[in-house]
T-cell receptor, first 113, second 111 residues
Framework: DTEVTQTPKHLVMGMTNKKSLKCEQH?????MYWYKQKAKKPPELMFV???????INESVPSRFSPECPNSSLLNLHLHALQPEDSALYLC????????????FGSGTQLSVL | GEDVEQSLFLSVREGDSSVINCTYT??????LYWYKQEPGAGLQLLTY?????DMKQDQRLTVLLNKKDKHLSLRIADTQTGDSAIYFC???????????FGTGTRLQVFP
């Protein structure tokens, strides 16, 4: 299994809603990532988990809250988002270490109304 | 610095070769990657090169690395319409889990 699975594929939420994005991989990877991608732009790193511990937070607003319940799962909890947070949210995983290949999920397209 | 630059757009005829270029600024990069993104999809790793290599060939793909000039290129031989997508180069920074993406090049292949 070489897939990273993200759910849901599409999400529409209001600014007062609370929702969660989910990501799962069964490749034994111990590093997992959240990226945000606006249209026609490159992905921007948000968070990195290494061995289920948060290792990088790229100064992301607290309305985004990541969680790594175990080595196969990664969640991104969303609360009180703004319309400018609308984007494609990509999850990725890799072996831990320098320069390891990232495997990406197909993303969740989020629209905040 | 962590800027990775690419030209925005490339249009080629089916069957021709495509060359997508990338310049980066961080000399401590360990690996450099090429990813492909089709509309509405995630990123697919195409190929990668270790920073102490200068060339890597993988079927229709050839990666060239000029470390002195911090220039990376991806050549796609016999380009097909299915190669139409956005191509991102990316560099992994030494001793981090960070991957820095280039600005992306949209490749359009016409018959």
């Amino acid at each position: 299994d070489t897939e990273v699975t993200q759910t849901p594929k599409h999400l529409v939420m209001g600014m007062t809603n609370k929702k969660s994005l989910k990501c799962e991989q069964h490749m034994g990877h111990r590093a997992m990532y959240w990226y945000k991608q606006k249209a026609k732009k490159p992905p921007e790193l948000m968070f990195v988990y290494s061995y289920e511990k948060l290792s990088i937070n790229e100064s992301v607003p607290s309305r985004f809250s990541p969680e790594c319940p175990n080595s196969s799962l990664l969640n991104l909890h969303l609360h009180a988002l703004q319309p400018e947070d609308s984007a494609l949210y990509l999850c990725a995983s890799s072996q831990v270490g320098q320069g390891e290949k990232l495997f990406f999920g197909s993303g969740t397209q989020l629209s905040v109304l | 610095g962590e800027d990775v630059e690419q030209s925005l757009f490339l249009s080629v005829r089916e069957g021709d070769s495509s060359v997508i270029n990338c310049t980066y600024t961080d000399s401590s990069s360990t690996y450099l990657y090429w990813y492909k993104q089709e509309p509405g999809a995630g990123l697919q790793l195409l190929t990668y090169i270790f920073s102490n290599m200068d060339m890597k060939q993988d079927q229709r793909l050839t990666v060239l690395l000029n470390k002195k000039d911090k220039h990376l290129s991806l050549r796609i031989a016999d380009t097909q319409t299915g190669d139409s997508a956005i191509y991102f180069c990316a560099e992994s920074l030494y001793n981090t889990d960070k991957l820095i993406f280039g600005t992306g090049t949209r490749l359009q292949v016409f018959p």
